[in-house]
């Protein structure tokens, strides 16, 4: 699929993500370019293109091909691919993303917000709810981005790629109708939901 | 069996000529092989027809059914439940069949004795090595347990039922490994991509037979989720706290299920009845060795336990379908045909 566009993101002069283009990519690509990230530079065929996210995935059957659109996404800068993300409907009301990596230089650049923003404007609106695991470490970026813990939801162990070590990760929600709501409140209200680049 | 990769299409199931009620496959192709990591692997179940009668006379039923079409069958043994219960009934169902029991450097479960026929094969752990390995580069398996049943099943000289397959469920709420109930009771039915390599060996050898008389019929899989032990097991998940921990995934409810069932089987999973540390240790190591024979087969399908059970004629029982509350309904079901992502009520378009 293409996404028809190429979404220059954010407005602010200067800014990195001024210069930021949008693309899906294909998804062995995709695996290929995190799979460093992910410290599984030796074991890309194990990155899956769809995790089930303990229970996320309400699709069944068949549903689970004819159903899921699964979209690796990358933001590239200037012509070179500096974060990724995917994103796929894990039901018909709701979504999950996956990843969400910037390389260590471009951290703390709006570049994985504006990533994020453009991956869940590619859903229709009845795709209300916007989920991801996040490792604890980033809980707190992710609310700023207007991402809340799941009400009834506890970090939980996760195996990584690193030597088979855990980290801790809880589930993350986002809403977008009070997303919208707040933004269109303002710029002052972005500090509660600024997950949308200004 | 060759080690190379199975083609894509594999030949059609023997016995053929039935609605299948249990179907795999890898993204648009059913009962098919994987060709690439990135394929998707799933499961379906169809609907069922009518009321179950129980797991038991279901059982039996199938196992009816199932002979009926193959004709006669060899029951390959390798110490699970499937196998014992079918040679067990079997004779009182005046089934043509004969027992093939297995013995692996002169350890292994005794032939049960059933009133069939049966033939002992004695074979060595090396031979077991190599016919798993195989079958993990071939089928994708890396599950020893399940090669051992198919390696029963490839000494098979009649249409073979494979001693294969249990109804798995899990709480998605609990962590295992932290041992704490890490959110709300989110129950499934797992489905190994592994359980179904030997259906896939079966056919791509065009042997007869079935690797999964668990899933023969509809009404069959909704008596293994309606029986007590598996009720008793969903309610201890949805109660949460301390029952919901003990709970994480129903290996004792179908242990249970069993035993109700027939009373006097002594094992519940094939495992079991091999209880030498040494075999079992070895079979960890060989394990190990299949899943880095053939990596990134190892994948899982969940079936939504709040969807199954509609389909299969079942009450959902409260609390069940909170999941579905949270992370949203799907709005087609498998069988009405499979719409495109956005092709909604709403007219949107997805990406």
Known sequence: MSTGQETPAGARPGAARERLRFHEIDFELWRREIAPLWHMEGAVHLVAPLVNGYGQLQYCGREIHARVRHVPLAAELDGTRIAWTSIYNISDEALRLRGIYVLPEWRSNGVGRSLVAHAISLWPRRFGRVFLYARLGNVGRYRRWGFEIVPGHLPRSHRTGIEGGQERIVQMMLRRAAADEADRAGAHARGAAPWLPP | ?351
Do not use: K
């Open chain 2, 1 to 351: 069996m060759s080690a190379a990769t199975l083609p894509a299409a594999l030949p059609p199931p023997e016995p053929a000529g039935r609605a299948p009620a249990f179907l795999f496959g890898f993204d648009g192709e059913a009962f098919a092989s994987r060709r690439s990591p990135a394929q998707r692997y799933w499961t379906e179940y169809a609907p069922a027809s009518r009321a179950h009668r129980g797991f038991a006379a279901e059982f039996a039923l199938a196992l009816v059914d199932l002979a009926g079409r193959l004709g006669r069958m060899e029951i390959a043994w390798a110490g699970g439940p499937v196998g014992l219960a079918a040679a067990a009934l079997a004779p009182r169902l005046g089934l043509p069949a004969r027992v093939l029991s297995l013995s692996i450097d002169g350890g292994g479960p005794p032939t049960p004795m059933t009133g069939l026929p049966a033939r002992r094969i004695e074979a060595r752990f090396e031979e077991l090595e190599g016919f798993a390995l195989g079958l993990a580069r071939a089928a994708g398996c890396g599950n020893a347990w399940a090669a051992l049943s198919a390696f029963a099943a490839s000494h098979a000289q009649w249409p073979v039922l494979a001693d294969h397959g249990e109804v798995r469920l899990l709480n998605h709420g609990i962590d295992e490994r932290l041992g704490i109930v890490a959110a709300p009771a989110s129950l499934a039915l797992v489905d190994n991509e592994g359980f179904t390599a030997l259906d896939r060996w079966l056919r791509a050898e065009r042997r007869p037979g079935e690797a999964q008389l668990l899933r023969w019929t509809p009404e069959l899989v909704a008596a293994q989720l309606d029986s007590p032990a598996n009720r008793g097991w969903a309610a201890a998940a949805l109660a949460g706290g301390a029952p919901a921990l003990r709970a994480w995934t129903n290996h004792a409810a179908r242990g249970a299920m069993w035993r109700r069932a027939f009373p006097g089987l002594r094992h519940a999973e094939p495992r079991a009845a091999w209880p030498d540390p040494a075999f079992r240790a070895r079979m960890q190591r060989l394990s190990l060795r299949m899943r880095r024979a053939r990596p990134g087969c190892a994948t899982q399908h969940f079936t939504p336990l709040h969807r199954l059970l509609p389909r299969l004629g079942l009450e959902v029982p409260p609390g069940l379908d909170e999941d579905a509350r949270l992370y949203g309904r799907v709005g087609v079901s498998p069988t009405t045909g499979a719409g495109e992502p956005g092709s909604s009520r709403t007219g949107e378009e997805a990406p």
